[in-house]
């Protein structure tokens, strides 16, 4: 991704091929991640995802009407 900026592509997301990356970058980029029509998301750890409808959850917000495949081996916790 670093690579990418440094060829002049502001927005590392912006490419032909797959892009895998680590939460934290997207998150941090996550104006860049709202510009791209994504074909799929996959999530991992997908727990993070938990609170979708609050608006300070940048990447649920950037990622909205997007395909996504959420995954996790947290398991959920809820009380009744």
């Not at 980029?29 to 791209?36: P, T």
């Not at 998301?41 to 300070?56: G, Q, S």
Request: glycine share 2%; charged share 20%.
């Amino acid at each position: 991704m670093n690579q990418t900026i440094k060829q002049g592509n502001l927005n590392p997301f912006e490419q032909a091929n797959i892009v895998i990356c680590p939460y934290h970058f997207a998150r941090a980029k996550d104006v860049y991640v709202k510009q791209v029509r994504w074909d799929w998301v996959i999530v991992d750890e997908a727990h993070r995802l938990r609170n979708v409808y609050k608006p300070t959850n940048r990447i649920a917000n950037a990622i909205v009407g997007t395909p996504k495949v959420l995954l996790t081996a947290t398991p959920l916790q809820n009380s009744i």
